[in-house]
């Protein structure tokens, strides 16, 4: 599976985005995906993760209430909507996925995507 990320952007606080992470390979409908951001300085760490049937979804407490993953297999594609943004959400997004859960482990990752934040 290779993974690519994309949509990220400069917004300003309190603005929104939306993430893609397309996929390719046959077997993408089988997978959890998960979201990870690093900020620069920082270790990375998860924002949201989704079933491979898209039932089930997780998110950091940062984030719950403003984020929403979602899935459309048919697509290979997964999104991360992105509301009510804020400066602290600046980081590079990556998404990866995971042929076990949505608590990993992940094995596969994109190249990750720059979400700028201004106050």
């Known amino acids: 599976v290779q993974l690519q990320a994309s949509g990220g952007g400069l917004v300003q606080a309190g603005g929104s985005l939306r993430l893609s992470c397309a996929a390719s390979?046959?077997?993408?409908?089988?997978?959890?995906v998960g979201w990870f951001r690093q900020a620069p300085g920082k270790e990375r760490e998860f924002v949201a993760a989704i079933r491979w049937n898209g039932g089930v979804t997780y998110y950091a407490d940062s984030v719950k209430g403003r984020f929403t993953i979602s899935r459309d297999n048919a697509k290979n594609t997964v999104y991360l909507q992105m509301n009510s943004l804020k400066p602290e959400d600046t980081a590079v997004y990556y998404c990866?996925?995971?042929?076990?859960?949505?608590?990993?482990?992940?094995?596969?990752w994109g190249q990750g995507t720059q979400v700028t934040v201004s106050s």
């Open positions: 390979g046959h077997t993408f409908g089988r997978y959890a």
């Open positions: 990866a996925t995971s042929r076990v859960s949505t608590s990993g482990p992940f094995d596969y």
